[in-house]
């Protein structure tokens, strides 16, 4: 009887490429947590380019991802991200370059045999299957016995809290639990490297923050090596190790959250991760850090050590909203043009001498309409010179 699946031909091929990964790897251990956190190994990447006909998608990109750690790959659309995880994938080889896992060169093995396993976007469930086949597909490809696979699958099912599933369609099934099959799927061959490419786009606003948890406390607990690609800021923060901010095909800036985000050496990664003021600023003085701005004088810090600028050079100064306080003296004055109310804080936008100013007061005790005046302040540590 003729069977309708309800998938893109290329999510068929790239399930079935990732899925196929060869049975000597599956040595037979009692649990899955120690299978796991015994398999997991590094993941670097060496000078990789990338180019489809005269377009470079990937220009020398070089990383190492520590065995265990939760990477994450972010951009805008178009900056490389995705190539890059597929190169990793081997669902594409580089032009020029190396990729190792642990100590094997990877760069030109398949994908099925780089014990690695992907979780789409799209999820690449078959709807006509329960939610327990479509998590032993990759075994029964691979002729496991029956008894291993009900065993494994279970197991599965119980890293991602769906015990008791496993006879339910996927039709029936939320996005969220949807979402937690295909990570079953992916765990259920014992990778030693778990790469994700966007896999909570589809899901609503509430699922994404428990999804987040869930995807890091897998992980974490199972001492997975894995690649995230994302363009959600707010994810990569909220979930990652450390991060890549990739533009044109290079990487912009690598490390933790915390760092990125309080240090990041251009005005791309400070405007990507997270929302900031950008001004147009002269600087005056490179040993004080003082930059002027239309005729008036502020004091700032530079996040890039290997920069060496010159008293008189243009640069830009970043200002993250929160780091601006309303403040009666302050040096910065202004006219409120709107105000948004989120409950727990309140966004307004400034005309100010040094341009429109986004600022965000947490739990504020006044409100200001449009057409009052206000006179904000700002700490030279949360003032940033940038170069570009």
């Known amino acids: 009887m003729a069977l309708t699946v309800k998938l893109h031909p290329s999510n068929l091929c790239e399930v079935w490429k990732i899925l196929r990964i ?14 796991i956190a015994q398999t997991m190994e590094s993941i670097v990447a060496e000078k990789v380019v990338k180019s489809y006909g005269s377009t470079r998608a990937l220009h020398g990109v070089s990383l190492e991802i520590a065995p265990g750690e939760l990477f994450f790959l972010l951009g805008a659309s178009g900056c490389g991200k995705s190539t890059l995880l597929r190169c990793i994938a081997g669902l594409e080889t580089p032009n020029s370059g190396t990729i190792h896992f642990g100590s094997r060169n990877v760069t030109a093995m398949p994908p099925h045999k780089r ?6 976007q799209s999820y690449a469930l078959w709807p006509h299957l329960t939610v327990a086949k479509n998590i032993a597909f990759g075994l029964e490809e691979r002729n496991v016995s029956k008894e291993e696979i009900k065993r494994r699958v279970d197991e599965a099912l119980a890293m991602v809290k769906l015990d008791g599933y496993g006879d339910r ?8 639990q949807q979402q937690r ?17 966007e896999p909570l786009s589809n899901l609503d606003a509430q699922l994404r923050i428990e999804m987040r948890r869930e995807i890091r406390r897998i992980v974490k607990e199972f001492g997975l090596t894995a690649v995230y690609v994302t363009h959600d800021q707010e994810e990569a923060l909220a979930m990652a190790d450390r991060m890549a901010i990739l533009a044109n095909g290079v990487i912009e800036q ?18 990507f991760i997270g929302e900031t003021n950008i001004i147009e600023a002269t600087l005056r003085s490179t040993d004080s850090v003082t930059c002027e701005v239309a005729g ?11 920069w060496t600028p010159a008293a008189g050079d243009a640069v830009k100064i970043s200002i993250r909203p929160e780091c601006l306080r309303i403040q009666a003296g302050g040096a910065i004055h202004g006219t409120v043009t709107e105000k948004i109310y989120l409950g727990q804080c309140i966004q307004y936008w400034v005309d100010t001498p040094c341009g429109k100013l986004q600022v965000v007061e947490l739990n504020p005790q006044q409100l200001y309409t449009p057409g009052d005046s206000l006179q904000l302040a700002v700490d030279p540590d949360d003032l940033l010179v940038l170069s570009r």
């Open 22 to 35: 060869s049975s000597s790897v599956l040595a037979f251990l009692p649990r899955p947590t120690k299978i």
């Open 115 to 120: 014990e690695a396993a992907m979780v789409f």
């Open 169 to 176: 369609s996927i039709d029936a099934m939320s996005g969220g």
């Open 181 to 197: 099959v295909a990570l079953a799927r992916a765990l259920v061959v014992r990778p030693k490297c778990l790469l994700l490419d």
């Open 254 to 271: 690598l490390g933790a959250p915390e760092e990125v985000y309080r240090n990041p050496r251009t005005s791309y990664v400070a405007g």
């Open 296 to 306: 008036q004088m502020f004091h700032g810090r530079i996040t890039d050590a290997s």
